[in-house]
């Protein structure tokens, strides 16, 4: 199902014209509607995509505010096994409770560790997801309204000289050259404004 922020992409694309974008945005797409073939960097669109942004971001706070809440739940582990080893003769009933009470303690932080692992996991999968399908179907809109048939993903990163996997990745890249047919500022335009229109009329995307 269509998110509330792909829905506005429709209207938005009837609106948004050459003039309403920076010239170096629209100079880099001049030639794909001529052409009917487009290149969009898809990496550069998530990491500067301003809804994923904020989403990715939020999760890392949750993500910080649960490491600090299980070091901890740690630290009382720690504490209580001091206690264990200064206050009580191994093998008094005091000992012996307090050695049960800290087992317990770790069997319940690794079940946390486990359930919140798996619950960041799935979270952050879900995001990337919605962003695909959000950053998929604003490009299949714009390739219809530009008349552009085919749409080519490359990477516009150049590769580093120090970097043997960043060499491979340029090696191996689908697109080597393009002439002003990269439609990447064009469609993250489209994406931030619906976000944010979405966002002043106080809708949150589902």
Avoid: W
Wanted: without cysteine.
């Amino acid at each position: 199902m269509k998110t509330q922020v792909l829905a506005t992409l429709v209207a938005l694309l009837v609106t948004v014209s050459a003039g309403q974008r920076a010239a170096a945005q629209a100079s880099t797409s001049v030639n794909a509607s001529k052409l009917g073939v487009a290149v969009i960097d898809i990496n550069y669109i998530f990491n500067e995509y301003q809804k994923h942004k904020g989403e990715m971001d939020a999760m890392k706070a949750d993500f910080r505010a649960i490491d600090t809440q299980l070091k901890t739940e740690q630290q009382k582990i720690m504490q209580a096994e001091q206690q264990k080893a200064e206050s009580f003769k191994p093998g008094s009933p005091e000992f012996n409770q307090l050695d049960d009470q800290i087992v317990k303690m770790k069997a319940d932080l690794q079940v946390q560790v486990t359930r919140q692992r798996k619950d960041l996991v799935e979270r952050e999968a879900s995001i990337y997801y919605t962003t695909y399908r959000e950053v998929d179907q604003a490009i299949k809109y714009y390739a219809k309204n530009k008349g552009i048939t085919l749409v080519l993903r490359f990477n516009g990163d150049e590769a580093d000289p120090n970097n043997r996997e960043s060499i491979l990745r340029s090696i191996n890249k689908a697109v080597h050259y393009q002439d002003q047919i990269d439609i990447t500022p064009d469609v993250l335009a489209l994406l931030n404004r619906a976000a944010s229109q979405q966002a002043n009329r106080g809708t949150a995307p589902r």
